[in-house]
């Protein structure tokens, strides 16, 4: 143990020389933190529509109205004599609205005139929310205007959001952002000292002292749990301030399974710094593997159910995957180990797997040398 701590206070000496790395442990997780949990939105909001009112009638113009209404769609002008098809080209607008000409004529004799609606479905998640969005315009002016009679209230059916009441992005990206910022910098830091011993030699000590490869990885990688630790403060009491976090009732499954994250993340950080013993190359790796995969593959953006089955399984082998679950578990739901029992398993099956690597490959390079 005593060696473990003294690997530990070496790290700690270098780890102080080097004010580019305190600042990437301390600063960079709260600008990302802010940037991922308040910048991004399920939303659609102000979606540009333009308009082609052949009909120009009172009518027309009140069908119009209704979509001027919403939060969703902000009506533009058209240019004259140009096309729908030109114009939505030129993304002058997102959606364009046709109404023909008898528009109204034909909605008093009691027929149904048609009205166009062109999307831009380049983004073909909004284009099909855009036109759902439409369909419940249309028909929210045609009850308005006794077009087609309300249904009889067999069932009244009265919703109530649970967790996330407001349905507020902040609140579901705030939660994601966390699991989020403590895999990528612990997991950096990790990497970038570790792939530092070999582009200095200064990892020859290692091989040449009394430390086992075990020691030796214990005593790099408490640093920057600690240092860990101290992101996870940081952070949660920002979220705390800004995105509506609540103090679980039964902080501990949190608590363990932070522990067991920030494990995780160093240890496969160590491991990119000693497969690839390049800083430039860790980085890449350590990109790649728990940034970019964790920010498409773990739930953070959208549900892990809705991801291909042909690359699902990648997602248990995340440990972002397991952590953003364990925290929208104790601070949405505020439920503990009866749901979060598996994940936290998860972590501690991935944490010794990316340990036992770690200490292959040392033994393997003691090994050659």
Known sequence: MKKIFAQAWKEFMLFRRDKLLILLAVLMPIVLMLLAGATQSLRLRDVKLLVYDYDNTPLSRTYLETYGAALTFRI???????????ALASWRGRAALIIPQNFERDFRRGAEPVVQLLIDATDSNAATALGNYAQSLNTAFALQNDKVPSPPKVVALRQRLWYNPGLSNRVYFGTGALGLMLIIFPALLGALTTAKEYESGTVIQAYASSLSAVQWILGKALLYVLIGIVEFVICFALGLLWFGYRIPSNPGVLLIATLLYLLAGVFFGMMMGN????????????????????????????????????????????PATHYVQIVRNSILRDVGWETSGFPVLMLLLLAFSFFALNVLQMRKMQFSA
């Open 76 to 86: 533009t002008p058209t240019r004259g004599g140009e096309s729908p098809e030109r």
């Open 275 to 318: 497969a690839t013993k390049n800083q430039s190359a860790a980085i890449q790796g350590v990109q790649m593997g728990s940034f970019l995969l964790s920010l498409l593959l773990s739930g953070y953006l959208f549900a892990v159910r809705n991801i291909p089955p042909q690359i699902r399984w990648i997602s248990s082998l995340l």
